[in-house]
């Protein structure tokens, strides 16, 4: 908590900072506030609702009192640890004020911040400066990088170092990015505030074509980007028309964190697909008697529960798929758990919440964790601790009457099932041609811990089990 000037001050007023609502995310979105300047709130009362790179996340006081000030507007994307909201816990004890309520608005907006005492860690391999209360300057109106842009940490071994100014400005996480795809920080042309490199301008650096024909939009961004006064309003999810042909949606939260994602994946792991077509008519007639079985009463039975088992029986006889590619060691991590990812579609983007240990759960424990998964991801309430420590991800696109694709890997895992469409179609069935019901699935993998061999026997007993189901008991 910041310093306060008076005593009493001090004790009345307290400030609720921007939490690490995520593992390694260092800053979030607000969306919507819940309360404002004068209303009363109780401990544990969700006041507002933010944005991260993985999810929505309401966020809940965590004392009681009268709202004081919201430091910031719905749509500014704050900084772990910066003071979001201040509350007067004592509330009719006197008209004083907070200093550091009113300390913001007395400095001239251009003013050069001062130099931060110090930094807190409040991540691994992250910090956020003790002088929290200051708002940034906007782009453009200090001249000198502040000293708080010099002190970027990193990610040693668990260890926090400090990056000295002569390199290249950018966060640990960047810097990773930069190394993963070959891209040397000093070639690359910094967008960010006080000139620290970001993920896109890695990206840039990387394609250098699409950085052309967008190198404009880092310029017709700033206004967006700053924290605005409270007076302002947000800026609007359609920042840009030119006429009634184009429509501009800037890229944010869920959507940007996919993206960058994506990109990764696709520069960093060498992807191989394979494909199969198999009749799953047994399958379904087992969906249908399931769904009739009182022991499968109140959970959602479908046929993506049965690939998820099969998934997962496949995964126990050929472990070797489920694990990771360690960079910075050179090693491959054998993970002797599964957490099975699901792709969910919703309004803020794809995400990819996973069942924790679902290699240790039964036939209708697995069923109800995917239905609580599914409802939990439409409802945009999935926290970020649901989406983090996958090992293997399933995708149906099935369900957009899609047949199949070339999955890219979730990052961190080193495999991901795409389910196609389950149609009626012909098929050579005991010497003859007869309507079944057929699907076509496609494994994509990471082809420097997962060789081609292993690959198919994955995919093939994935096929296997879903064209003779009583394999689920013999196998498992």
Excluded at 117 to 132: D, F, H, I, M, T
Excluded at 260 to 266: D, E, I, L, P
Aim: net charge negative.
């Amino acid at each position: 908590m910041t310093t306060m000037t008076d005593t009493s001050n001090a004790a009345r007023f307290r400030e609720f900072k921007m939490p690490d609502v995520g593992e390694g995310l260092t800053e979030a979105e607000i969306l919507k506030w819940y309360v404002q300047a004068g209303d009363t709130v109780t401990d544990g009362q969700v006041v507002c609702e933010v944005e991260t790179a993985k999810a929505a996340v309401e966020l809940p006081i965590p004392f009681d009192g009268v709202v004081h000030e919201l430091r910031f507007p719905e749509g500014t994307t704050v900084d772990v640890g910066q003071v979001i909201i201040a509350v007067d816990v004592a509330p009719g004890s006197g008209d004083a004020a907070p200093a550091a309520a009113s300390a913001p608005a007395a400095e001239p907006e251009a003013a050069e911040p001062e130099a931060p005492k110090g930094r807190q860690p409040v991540l691994v391999g992250y910090g956020v400066a003790e002088s929290s209360t200051k708002r940034r300057a906007r782009k453009g109106a200090a001249t000198a990088v502040p000293a708080a842009a010099a002190a970027i940490q990193g990610e040693m071994n668990g260890h926090t170092t400090v990056v000295p100014e002569s390199r290249p400005l950018a966060k640990p996480p960047v810097r990773k990015l930069a190394k993963d795809l070959g891209i040397d920080l000093a070639t690359v042309v910094p967008t960010g505030e006080g000139g620290i490199i970001t993920r896109e301008d890695v990206h840039a650096a990387a394609t250098p074509v699409p950085a052309q024909a967008q190198a404009p939009a880092p310029t017709a961004a700033p206004p967006a980007a700053e924290p605005a006064p409270a007076a302002e309003a947000p800026a609007p999810a359609v920042v840009t028309t030119v006429g009634a042909r184009e429509t501009r949606i800037p890229v944010k939260g869920v959507r940007k964190a996919i993206a960058q994602a994506m990109v990764g994946s696709a520069f960093t792991a060498p992807h191989v697909t394979e494909f199969v077509t198999v009749d799953v008519t047994r399958t379904m007639k087992l969906v249908a008697e399931l769904k009739e079985d009182k022991e499968m009463a109140g959970v959602r039975v479908n046929p993506l529960l049965l690939i998820a088992k099969a998934l997962l029986v496949a995964i126990k006889r050929n472990p070797g798929v489920n694990a990771a590619w360690d960079e910075a060691n050179q090693e491959i991590v054998q993970k002797h758990y599964v957490n099975l990812g699901i792709a969910a579609a919703t309004p803020r983007g794809l995400i990819v919440p996973n069942i924790k240990d679902a290699h240790e759960q039964t036939l209708p424990q697995l069923a109800a964790s995917l239905g609580e998964l599914v409802s939990t991801a439409r409802e945009g309430k999935t926290s970020p601790a649901a989406m983090a420590g996958g090992t293997v991800t399933i995708t149906n696109v099935g369900v957009f009457g899609v047949d199949t694709g070339t999955p890219i890997l979730n990052p961190g895992e080193s495999a991901i099932l795409a389910v196609g469409a389950i149609k009626l179609q012909p098929w050579v069935h005991k010497g003859k041609v007869k309507p079944r019901q057929v699907t076509t699935l496609a494994l994509s993998f990471d082809h420097r811990l997962v060789d081609g061999e292993l690959g198919s026997k994955v995919l093939a007993d994935v096929a296997a089990i879903l064209e003779q189901p009583k394999r689920l008991i013999t196998w498992a």
